[in-house]
């Protein structure tokens, strides 16, 4: 929404600053849908216009991999995808990690079908594709280079001039695209990265320790595909390999290649690996292919056995509304979704985590407190508490959307406790967050100081969260004795 305004007043400048560390694409994209439908949740629609654009390139992907000679192949690869839970959990945030997915979706079909890029548009449009997906984030190249090198290698017959100079003009539109946002924010991308390369508290911090080496493998197995799907797409990518099936080696080394470079920064997110998903479609749906091509009953009813197990654990992820631990005649849920993996096992200690909630996150009645509390348009607000349902963006969109100008911001690592009176209004909580965010320290030093030491802040008012967590409204005392 901040976009959307910024769009109007002509400030083209300040936008491509204004996102700082993620680079800007989605939140233009995000704005300029916002001032065509000027609804509160309009981006989650954009979101879920991404996800059906994904769902469409995956379809044509495969086509251009196998042809369409192998029956439903297509279609099937796009029904497994839409069932893993990274891809239907994240078309309900306006998180840039699914477009960014379906952009290099788009670019590897371009890429797939350029004739080993000796087609100048389609080649022209897989770069323009990879383009975008670089200024989704910053780490999309990492899924480039084996596509690139896969293509002109299985065209390495009819490789000609044509080819290089079609991908030197390829490398130029990266180039060309993406240098000016860089260029104005690498202080401002090294400065996160210092930050984020320190990881947050649950991630491991000896980058080749067999902890850390194994973190991806959890985190794949457990939030991207569920421990189920991840058994099944070894299983599948093994029998591609040893089969010697076409394209087999392309996604081991696609996959491979993402999981290297990741594996070298210490914070790690399953998110960060989501474009390899589309790797995993085709390899789970290329196995049941197989089988249904030996034995149509056997490969049916396993294919039909899969289904029906990922529709159930769908529904469960999407609707279930058990509290905060796994009744023990369901505990067989937990051992699918997250296996032996007891350091990710949310299905047990948190089964809603991913739930439709139909409980109040108080956003909107801090929100209106803040408005009464403050009696005018401004206000400096600091948030020293994040949570999924409560936190800063939460409030931020709240008050573009019905057009205050709070400056409204997340605690930084390392805030400064004598900064804190540059604020109006600070939010706290003795308990403000997952403990595995990087700024967890941080929010707690800055409740603690309020409640212990400070004598510029008073505490005005108390929110109890559906988790039971009491956040807390400190208001400046200047500010109270101006009302």
């Known amino acids: ?175 060309v695209l993406n240098l000016p946002w860089y260029y104005l924010n690498y202080k401002s991308i090294l400065y996160y990265f210092g930050f984020f390369q320190k990881g947050e508290s649950i991630d491991p911090q000896s980058l080749f320790s067999l902890d850390a080496l194994s973190e991806y493998i959890r985190l794949v197995s457990v939030y991207e595909l569920y421990f189920v799907n991840f058994i099944i797409m070894l299983v599948g990518l093994a029998y591609l390999l040893v089969k010697k099936e076409t394209h087999s080696k392309y996604y081991l080394f696609s996959i491979l290649l993402p999981f290297f470079i990741m594996n070298l920064i210490v914070n790690k997110d399953s998110r960060f690996l989501m474009p390899l998903l589309l790797y995993f479609a085709v390899i789970i749906s290329k196995l049941f292919i197989n089988i249904i091509q030996r034995s149509r009953l056997a490969g049916s009813s396993l294919l039909i056995l899969y289904l029906t197990v990922n529709i159930t654990l769908y529904i469960f992820t999407s609707f279930n509304q058990l509290g905060y631990e796994l009744p023990e005649n369901l505990m067989f849920i937990s051992y699918l979704i997250s296996g032996p993996v007891k350091k990710y096992n949310w299905a047990r200690w948190n089964p809603t985590e991913f739930s439709y909630r139909t409980d109040s996150w108080e956003v909107d009645n801090v929100y209106n407190y803040i408005k009464e509390l403050t009696g005018k348009n401004s206000a400096k607000i600091l948030f020293a508490v994040d949570y999924p349902y409560f936190n800063s963006v939460n409030f931020n969109s709240l008050q573009i959307y019905e057009k205050y100008s709070y400056d409204v911001r997340l605690t930084m690592p390392g805030e400064k406790l004598e900064d804190l009176t540059n604020f109006d209004i600070i939010l706290t909580a003795d308990k403000p967050g997952p403990e595995s965010i990087f700024i967890y320290s941080d929010m707690i030093r800055i409740n603690k100081f309020l409640k212990e030491e400070s004598t510029d802040f008073t505490d005005v008012k108390t929110f109890t969260l559906p988790n039971n967590v009491n956040v807390y409204v400190y208001q400046r005392l200047d500010l109270e004795n101006t009302q």
């Not at 109007?8 to 849908?33: C, I, M, N, Q, W």
């Not at 309900?92 to 004739?115: K, P, W």
């Not at 000609?160 to 180039?175: D, F, T, Y």
């Open 1 to 175: 929404m901040l976009y959307a305004y910024k769009i109007k007043e002509g400030s083209f400048k300040e936008l491509l600053t204004l996102s700082g560390y993620y680079p800007p694409l989605l939140h233009l994209a995000g704005g300029l849908f916002f001032m065509i439908f000027p609804k509160f949740n309009s981006q989650l629609w954009l979101i879920f216009f991404f996800y059906l654009l994904l769902l469409v390139f995956t379809y044509k992907l495969t086509i251009s991999l196998y042809g369409k000679e192998v029956n439903n192949l297509s279609l099937l690869t796009c029904l497994i995808l839409s069932l893993f839970p990274q891809i239907y959990t994240q078309t309900r945030v306006f998180l840039i990690d699914l477009m960014m997915t379906m952009l290099l979706a788009g670019g590897l079909y371009f890429l797939h079908t350029s004739n080993g890029l000796k087609s100048t548009g389609r080649s022209l449009a897989a770069f323009t594709f990879f383009s975008l997906a670089q200024l989704s984030k910053w780490y999309a190249f990492i899924f480039m280079p084996v596509p690139i090198i896969y293509e002109l290698i299985r065209n390495k017959a009819n490789f000609s001039r044509k080819a290089v100079v079609n991908l030197l003009s390829g490398i130029a539109v990266i180039l």
